[in-house]
């Protein structure tokens, strides 16, 4: 038998805000001396060339992603545009009318017909998503020979520049890459030590239909993607692929050499440049998409010419500008934070010697600053482009039916990629999903009347850049554990509110956020049904990816007000009566809100005193299984708190112990942020170390069979998936500093690993930037900076104090927070 468990109305209260740059480096606290203001030196580094896709270097402006191999004799670099997917505008209009059949299932769900609930539920599903496509394959012959030696290929993250370099019989050859956010272009240049030895050809493959021209120094490619991409785990079936001449969208790729003093040709389909010392090598590439709701083919944008525009203005800049250029542009937003855990123990290893050393259970606080940055490295390089935020793999993605789409996987994945944009100081990288959101609030408008018969928006398990908001399945042949879950509007909603709290940015409350989060809300407040007990409850209702299983044996998907269901729902009513409040905005709704939340099924305790993840003290199918969607009142959200509710953050400790630490990459990372919620340093440190095992490309060499990190630092799912690097960022972030509920609370679970060290610029909810420094495991001194200033309740362990901040000023606090 379990028990009911009510909770106070936690609501996020906050004081003022602003966004800005870091503070001054402060030697004599420890926040580095004036030559260390920006944190060590930050570099992945091999001594060989990569040989598959999760050895590669990765670069992005935000736009265009580019995966370098490295090659000394024979480069290749992966290429993808943001915006370049399979597929058209989505008919949200699917399945008209299905809510006609929600009575049958909440009937079978009322008389515990789970069985047949789970049948019934599959006639409430749509189409499947569609896929983010890889671009083409940019290639460079090298005209030397293959007698290779002083090999070296980095990718410096604090300037977002990629080099190799090595020695062919006694001359030096070196190049170097960026993708420039200013310029729309890639860069490569190209040098030898001496005169006239520097040769080489460019080529390009695609997957997709294109064709290849060229003259002089320049390489023209065009093509299309298709309008169908059949997702990958759905094997071999009938034309997964389907293309419809002039309708799928369209792209561009010109290469161009420039600021050489070689000569140039173009020949079979290739361009060559011979007798050079050095040269430039400049790819602009777009494509035709001209908004979610747009045809590509029939109404897009001229890709063609866009491309060519990006290339002259690029042209006319010349090599050092446009470095110049990118390196103003980049780190303006990386150095906003820098974190140092210790000196580097190997200096010079490579990175994936040393994931293979820290493995084996040597420490290395390098590796584990490095690792947090490069989280804040890949937002920065793939979540710039309005209304087009970073998938699953980021914007890095060679194959044609890559896994799961690389779409966004919206119960949880989606989600997990913006957990580090507003702490760890990037909130602009924040905006390709909040403008996104707005994007799926009108497929989800309709998605919300035609599936499940309410007011608002809603969305379901997957959408893709079409916004698509329906539940999938294919029409009925999707299993529920994963194809009916309703409820990403809700969970995306929240980012919203989070973009406000942390920035008090009240026009931006009012003019976007505010509006989306009560379309969502409405969503909600209709979904809500009353159920046995006399609660108000979500029916039919699924736990992401979950399986149940009743004392007969049954193991079933389908039930009522799943604990996942209810904490985004009380986490979202409570925002938008905050931020109703905050605006002076329809009162009567918020006090509808106010009654449902009193109303609803409260967290429950289960008889192993562990948090419920369904209404039925049940077991899971698979008590280890990599979702915790059941703990989202812990994290991300905020309605569970070790003092505000110590019997549910004690029954949330105890439900991560039966869930054990391993898993997937990615839930790795959310166990992070969970076990820091608790304040347990040393166990999310247990679960960082974790995160961070070598997995090798071969899962058959990989360490263990979970999750991991592969040589070129990106997350493994297993295979790669970007959420769990943006996962990792935040959770060292959460470790560091908190500032839910109203409180700032410093080092809130610092492990005894990192026993002295520093951070800056960091950022807490209500607009404060935070810069901290400790030594012996005890906080030295706390620096606080407010653009609008106010009032600010912080905390160290015990301690408690309110500070107040002039607008524009700082406060310094020591240990004793005075």
């Given at each position: 038998?379990?028990r009911?468990v009510?909770?106070s109305?936690l ?9 800005t ?8 606290v420890g926040?580095g ?22 050895e590669?270097l ?8 580019a ?6 004799t024979?480069?290749?670099?992966y290429?993808?545009?943001a ?35 789970d ?16 671009l ?6 090298m005209?030397h020979s293959?007698?290779v030696?002083?090999?070296e ?17 006694g001359?030096?050859?070196h ?27 460019i080529?390009?493959?695609?997957l997709?239909?294109?064709?290849a021209?060229?003259?002089g ?15 990958n785990?759905r094997g ?10 002039g ?5 561009s ?5 420039v600021e050489?003093d070689?000569?140039t ?9 011979s ?5 430039t090598?400049?790819?602009s590439?777009?494509?035709?998409f001209n ?10 944008l ?12 690029a042209?006319?800049l ?14 303006g ?11 580097d123990?190997v200096?010079g ?38 209304g ?13 039916r ?5 779409n ?19 909130p602009?990288?924040?905006?390709p999903l909040?403008?996104f ?8 408008r309709?998605t ?7 007011r ?26 994963w194809?009916n ?5 809700v ?7 989070e973009?406000y709290a ?28 009353e ?16 399986l ?8 079933g998907?389908?039930?009522?007000a ?13 925002q ?25 099924v409260?967290?429950q ?47 949330a ?6 869930k054990?630490?391993e898993?997937?990459?990615w839930?790795?990372a ?8 608790l304040?347990?340093?040393d ?6 170390r ?19 990190t ?16 943006f996962?990792?960022?935040a ?7 908190q ?13 005894a690993?990192?026993?002295?060290g ?7 909810r ?27 309740r912080?905390?160290?362990g015990?301690l408690?104090r ?11 606090l ?5």
């Amino acid at each position: 038998m379990s028990r009911f468990v009510t909770g106070s109305t936690l609501l996020l209260m906050a004081a003022s805000a602003g966004i800005t740059g870091c503070a001054e480096a402060d030697s004599a606290v420890g926040f580095g001396s004036s030559t260390t203001t920006l944190g060590p030196t930050l570099e992945l580094r091999y001594d060989e060339p990569a040989e598959v896709f999760e050895e590669t270097l990765l670069l992005g402006n935000g736009r265009m992603g580019a995966a370098l191999f490295g090659g000394a004799t024979s480069e290749r670099i992966y290429l993808n545009e943001a915006t370049l997917w399979a597929g058209r505008p989505v008919d949200p209009y699917m399945a008209p009318g299905a809510h006609r059949y929600l009575p049958a299932v909440r009937e079978a769900l009322f008389n515990e017909e789970w069985e047949l609930a789970d049948r019934l539920v599959r006639q409430l599903q749509g189409s499947f998503s569609e896929s983010f496509a890889p671009l083409g394959t940019l290639l460079l012959e090298m005209a030397h020979s293959d007698d290779v030696s002083a090999y070296e290929r980095t990718l410096d993250i604090g300037s977002a520049l990629s080099d190799v370099t090595y020695e062919v019989e006694g001359v030096t050859f070196h190049r170097q890459a960026f993708v420039s956010h200013p310029d729309r272009v890639m860069v490569i240049h190209l040098s030898a030590s001496e005169p006239g030895t520097l040769g080489f050809s460019i080529g390009f493959e695609s997957l997709l239909l294109h064709e290849a021209s060229g003259a002089g120094g320049l390489l023209s490619v065009h093509g299309e993607a298709p309008v169908h991409a059949e997702p990958n785990y759905r094997g071999n079936i009938p034309d997964p692929i389907v293309y419809e001449e002039g309708k799928g969208t369209r792209f561009s790729v010109l290469a161009q050499v420039v600021e050489t003093d070689g000569s140039t040709s173009f020949v079979g389909r290739q361009v060559t440049v011979s007798g050079a010392s050095q040269a430039t090598l400049l790819i602009s590439v777009a494509t035709s998409f001209n908004g979610f709701d747009v045809e590509p083919g029939l109404s897009g944008l001229d890709q063609a010419r866009i491309a060519a525009d990006q290339l002259d203005a690029a042209s006319s800049l010349g090599h050092e500008a446009l470095r110049e250029r990118h390196l103003e542009d980049y780190t303006g937003y990386f150095h906003r934070v820098a974190l140092d855990l210790g000196e580097d123990p190997v200096p010079g290893l490579t990175t994936d010697e040393r994931l293979r050393r820290y493995t084996e259970g040597a420490a290395d606080p390098y590796l584990e600053s490095l690792y947090f940055q490069f989280g804040r490295y890949l937002l920065i390089s793939s979540s710039r482009t309005p209304g087009v935020p970073a998938n699953l793999q980021g914007i890095w993605n060679p194959h044609m039916r890559p896994p799961w789409s690389s779409n966004y996987t919206t119960n949880i994945n989606l989600e997990m990629n913006y957990w580090p944009a507003e702490v760890t100081n990037l909130p602009e990288m924040h905006w390709p999903l909040l403008s996104f959101i707005e994007n799926l609030s009108v497929t989800g408008r309709v998605t919300a009347q035609e599936f499940w018969g309410t007011r608002g928006w809603s969305v379901a398990h997957n959408s893709d850049i079409w916004a698509m908001s329906n539940p999938v399945g294919d029409f009925g042949q999707g299993h529920p554990v994963w194809a009916n879950w309703n409820m990403a509007g809700v969970w995306l909603a929240t980012h919203l509110w989070e973009h406000y709290a942390f920035t008090k940015d009240l026009e931006y409350l009012e003019a976007h956020a505010y509006p989306l989060m009560k379309g969502a809300a409405e969503f909600a407040l209709d979904w809500l049904v009353e159920g046995p007990h006399g609660y108000l409850i979500t029916a039919p209702s699924t736990s992401p990816e979950n399986l149940y299983r009743t004392p007969d044996g049954y193991a079933g998907a389908t039930t009522i007000a799943t604990t996942a269901d209810m904490a985004m729902l009380r986490e979202l009513f409570q925002q938008v009566i905050e931020a109703g409040g905050f605006l002076d905005l329809d009162a009567e709704f918020r006090n509808e809100l106010d009654q449902a939340l009193t109303g609803m099924v409260p967290y429950q305790i289960g008889d192993d005193g562990s948090l419920q993840e369904w209404y039925h003290d049940w077991e899971d199918q698979d008590p280890q299984h990599r979702h915790q969607t059941h703990l989202f009142g812990l994290h991300p959200g905020s309605q569970i708190d070790p003092d505000l509710t110590p019997d549910l953050a004690e029954a949330a400790r105890v439900a991560l112990e039966i869930k054990g630490d391993e898993s997937t990459g990615w839930s790795k990372a959310w166990r992070i942020n969970l076990w820091a919620r608790l304040r347990d340093g040393d166990r999310a440190h247990k679960l960082y170390r974790e995160l961070l095992t070598f997995t090798h490309p071969d899962a058959e060499l990989a360490y263990g069979g979970g999750g991991g990190t592969y040589p070129n630092l990106m997350d493994a799912h297993p295979p790669f998936q970007i959420d769990g690097n943006f996962g990792g960022t935040a959770g060292i972030a959460e470790m560091l500093l908190q500032s839910h509920n109203s409180l700032i609370r410093f080092l809130p679970a610092l492990p005894a690993a990192w026993s002295t060290g520093w951070v800056r610029g960091l950022r807490a909810r209500g607009g404060v930037e935070v810069d901290l420094a400790w030594d012996g495991g005890e906080l030295i001194q706390a620096r606080l900076h407010s653009e609008n200033g106010g009032a600010f309740r912080v905390a160290y362990g015990e301690l408690e104090r309110t500070v107040r901040i002039d607008p524009g000023g700082e406060v310094s606090l020591g240990r004793d927070l005075r």
